[in-house]
């Protein structure tokens, strides 16, 4: 409570609360009462159900600093909810945001990615209605909140899915990873793969068209984003739905910036789709008459979706089916405390 | 994201998750889905309007772990955005809590944390629905987030208060403040007033009922909860507004135990009431007509009220009126850069 906290002890938390009220004075439909007053005022649709997801980002477990740029930590912090609003089929309206500021951050740092945040906030038709601005003696963090909703009895949970329904994955898995590891290599030659592999790590972008379109339609029985990795977000919807699941090895979607990648780390490129994490794509459970239109419909948004196995009966684990013949997997994936 | 963690290496996010599910199986009216899926889903009274509040308590900020036993912790991060709730004449109904869990903490504080928010939430009727459980190499923060309900259109705003308006304030301010001094002093004799003084800092009491009584009769016209101070916090009251006020030095209520606890800090008891923070008192705009009642109605529920000055003309500043004359008063409160 004493140390020196730079442009903190200067500024002081009720000017930054201020300097962020006029950066974002918004009159979206349903902010009754804003940013400024002891909790914000808003309203849904009496015919949507509300949901609510709370994602925190911390430096150096979530992000380096090094890696981003202050907007891209602003919007990360709110894509990484979003995606969660758009694995349940919903969209996000509203968010608050707590973050904590440590020793020696500069004023600019906060301007920027307040407004990284702002700017994203905008561009995906939400407002930030509130939140809180602390110090702290450890590193950054941001904690969002976004409040969303999806039509009534709409919802896309973990735990619908059924033996014979098919896995439906958006986009392609390990992208991301492959561009953590590129980041955490450093030095890298100036070439549109990696630069694209990179840029999937820093700028997720959540499937929140698509979600609307899952939601719309009522074919998902189940789903999840992939923030964990797909093996082990797949294993979360068994344990929810009580199944197992079958992948099909051959049709596990590999972008060729990920293979060119991959062979620059000298890593398999399958392995890094199977378990690496934070791809933030949507993996959906399908009933198989229903699939091939969804499929179909994604492709009129420009979204690439693939059908990649399907539920199975049993305890939950994971079996990877390729023309050498069947194998239980291990789920792999991203833990923030591994 | 590869130094030792002890227990959470161990127990694993998802095991963790698990077991908050397990200890909060919610099933409180509104929970459509509570914590283990991706956001959780609820619902509220469509004639009620919703609030959000988030309020984040970090560790050597805004407590101190050895001042606090973790059910302390964790009943306090709920607390603070429960009185926030209160400010607007809110009731909470849903938590999301985000922690950041530092290297070495122990699965024993976890737990015991968990336990004393869970069993908060329940005494006061609210459910823990979603949240996130991260690593740090920093401090342990508690992020929450509050949703809560308020009849449409009588949320208690800070910026509604008129000139001739008394105000009134619940409770005893700066028992809090001379609690944390106490506290920091160590080494206290076994007395009741001090122990009252630190149980007051330790121990917050939201004034959630007195909120429910001034948002239904609607004869408030403007409130805050005291964080900062009575005097910060009445200035707030006064920008929003666009008035000044009046605080009368002799109608300031100084509990015994603070008059107690200040001589043997060696302090001024007025000083704390006007300038100590973290009191969570409610302060409140009411019209003259009505303030009587109001008072009345909060004695039938056991909560003192007590008009302490009055709304006036002119730019926001406070006057301190006593029997010897007049004079301005700066903003002392708590800042929590400060």
């Known amino acids: 409570m004493t140390s020196p906290r730079g442009f903190l002890e200067e500024a002081g ?19 009754l009462l804003g940013i400024g007053d002891d909790a914000a005022e808003i309203s849904f649709d009496p015919e949507m159900s509300i949901l609510a997801a709370a994602d925190v980002i911390v430096e150096g477990i979530h992000f380096y600093r090094e890696h981003y740029s202050p ?12 995606s969660d609003m758009a694995a349940m089929g919903g969209r996000g309206r509203f968010i608050l945001c707590q973050t904590g500021l440590p020793p020696g951050i500069e004023l600019e ?11 994203y906030a905008r561009e995906m038709d939400m407002a930030l209605v509130g939140g ?23 919802t896309i949970r973990r735990s619908g899915a059924s033996p014979g329904d098919l896995l439906v994955l958006s986009g392609f898995p390990g992208e991301s990873a492959a561009g953590l590891k590129l980041l955490k290599r450093g030095d890298l030659p100036d070439n549109p793969a ?24 009522g074919v998902a029985s189940a789903g999840i984003d992939l923030s964990d990795g797909l093996t082990s977000d797949l294993l979360h919807i068994c344990q929810a739905s009580g ?9 596990i979607p590999l ?27 949507l993996l959906l459970a399908v009933s198989p008459g229903a699939a091939g239109e969804l499929v179909g419909e994604a492709r009129k948004i420009g979204q690439k979706l693939t059908v990649i ?8 684990r994971l079996t990877m089916v390729s023309p050498g013949g069947r194998k239980i997997l291990g789920a792999g994936g991203f833990d923030h405390f591994g």
């Open 13 to 31: 938390e009720f000017g930054l609360i201020r300097y962020i009220a006029e950066l974002h004075p918004d009159k979206s439909r349903g902010v």
């Open 309 to 316: 196995g399907r539920v199975a009966e049993g305890p939950p």
């Open 109 to 119: 740092f906060f301007r920027r990615c307040t407004g990284g945040m702002v700017d």
């Open 194 to 217: 990696l630069r694209h592999l990179v840029r999937s790590h820093l700028e997720i972008e959540p499937r929140v068209e698509l979600a609307g379109l899952a939601a719309d339609s």
């Open 132 to 154: 809180d601005i602390s110090a702290t003696e450890g590193p950054l963090f941001l904690a969002v909140t976004i409040l969303g909703e999806v039509p009534a009895g709409r």
């Open 71 to 82: 907007e891209q930590v602003g919007r990360k912090a709110v894509a990484v909810n979003l």
């Open 243 to 251: 199944t197992s699941a079958e992948l099909e090895r051959d049709s």
């Open 255 to 281: 972008s060729a910036e990920l293979v060119e990648g991959a062979g620059f780390l000298g890593l398999d490129p399958l392995d890094l789709a199977l378990n690496g994490g934070e791809d933030f794509e």
